[in-house]
């Protein structure tokens, strides 16, 4: 059975591909959609730079909020396990580090997953969204 990390692991894996595939499309469809519209924006046109410009702001302020918010999460998580890891070596016990490497990579995970997930979310629904329009 797969451990959480490599599961979380494998998830962002399949999302960055996912976006990897995605955005290209969306890019060549825009790109193309300004080489066709020329000087003269239609109110088709205008709607839909408005909305690329718009969709980004929104995801990557969702994406920077999201991983803010991880971060502080991890951090709170990572003082406590190292407070703890102090406290059994000074009661004799061995330090854990080799969990507390295990929680920084899985604190790193999320935190990356978290950035991740919005942009990701907008580029894949903008790739089916664009492939089903008709350039004009």
Same mark, same amino acid.
């Given at each position: 059975? =797969? ?6 692991? $494998?998830?962002?894996?399949? +999302?960055?591909? &996912?976006?990897?595939?995605? *955005? ?5 469809? #825009?790109?193309? $959609?300004?080489? /066709?519209?020329? =000087?003269?924006?239609?109110? #088709? ?7 690329? *410009?718009? &969709? ?5 302020? &969702? ?6 918010? +991880? ?8 003082? *406590?396990? /190292? /407070?703890?890891?102090?406290? $059994? ?5 061995? =330090?854990? @580090? ?9 604190? @790193? ?6 950035? /991740?997930? =919005? *942009? ?8 089916? $969204? ?5 350039? #004009?």
């Amino acid at each position: 059975m =797969p451990t959480p990390r490599s599961r979380k692991a $494998r998830s962002i894996a399949m +999302q960055s591909a &996912e976006l990897a595939a995605a *955005v290209p499309q969306v890019v060549a469809h #825009r790109m193309a $959609r300004m080489a /066709l519209a020329g =000087p003269t924006l239609s109110p #088709r046109d205008r709607k839909e730079f408005e909305r690329m *410009v718009a &969709e980004k702001k929104t995801a990557f302020g &969702e994406a920077w909020s999201a991983m803010a918010t +991880q971060t502080v999460r991890a951090n709170q998580a990572l003082a *406590v396990s /190292l /407070l703890q890891s102090f406290w $059994r070596s000074s009661m004799g016990g061995k =330090p854990a @580090t080799q969990a507390l490497a295990a929680q920084m990579q899985n604190a @790193t995970l999320g935190i990356l997953g978290k950035g /991740l997930a =919005p *942009v990701h979310r907008k580029a894949v629904a903008n790739a089916k $969204r664009l492939a089903k329009t008709r350039l #004009r």
